[in-house]
């Protein structure tokens, strides 16, 4: 196994694969979303994606730091995006991998409907508050474009 370093925790991976082949992956961090509903309103953020060059609708997260644990990281991007701090014990939703064709990462997700207001937002990232029939409506129009929220958020719906 050959590892090529592209950026700062990430990796291109050269693997032998059965007798002759060769299979090529990226390694890349682990990451945790935080689904956090505020009475009858959802907390996601917008900011803008260069990957697809879009402004993109989601929940908060981001990667896991190593020693971090998945939970710790959730709570933590959740106050570091938007300012709200969990003030009770969230409830873990999916961890599911996003493409194991291509990424050797996982995505772990969370959920919380105890939150108070702490701090401002990052910067660079835009705070709103959707109900559940205006997330249903950024997915159904693309917007909303994160696969891996949008598991959990559905994962959340049915456990309701």
């Known amino acids: 196994m050959k590892k090529k370093f592209l950026f700062p925790s990430i990796f291109l991976i050269e693997k032998k694969f059965k007798k002759k082949q060769i299979y090529y992956y990226l390694k890349t961090p682990n990451i945790s979303v935080m689904i956090a509903k505020i009475k009858?309103?959802?907390?996601?953020?917008?900011?803008?994606?260069?990957?697809?060059?879009?402004t993109t609708y989601e929940f908060p997260g981001g990667i896991i730091d190593k020693g971090t644990s998945p939970?710790?990281?959730?709570?933590?991007?959740?106050?570091?995006?938007?300012?709200?701090?969990?003030?009770g014990k969230?409830?873990?939703?999916?961890?599911?991998?996003?493409?194991?064709?291509?990424?050797?990462?996982?995505?772990?997700?969370?959920?919380?409907?105890?939150?108070?207001?702490?701090?401002?937002?990052?910067?660079?990232?835009?705070?709103?508050?959707?109900?559940?029939?205006?997330?249903?409506?950024?997915?159904?129009?693309?917007?909303?474009?994160?696969?891996?929220?949008?598991a959990n958020f559905f994962s959340h719906l049915n456990m309701i």
């Open 71 to 87: 939970k710790n990281s959730a709570l933590n991007e959740l106050f570091e995006e938007t300012g709200y701090k969990c003030i």
């Open 90 to 150: 969230p409830k873990k939703l999916l961890s599911i991998y996003p493409d194991p064709g291509r990424l050797d990462c996982k995505y772990f997700g969370f959920f919380s409907n105890e939150l108070i207001k702490m701090n401002k937002p990052e910067k660079g990232i835009k705070l709103h508050l959707f109900t559940k029939k205006k997330i249903l409506l950024l997915i159904k129009q693309n917007k909303f474009h994160n696969a891996c929220h949008v």
């Open 40 to 54: 009858n309103k959802y907390l996601v953020v917008s900011q803008k994606r260069i990957p697809i060059n879009k």
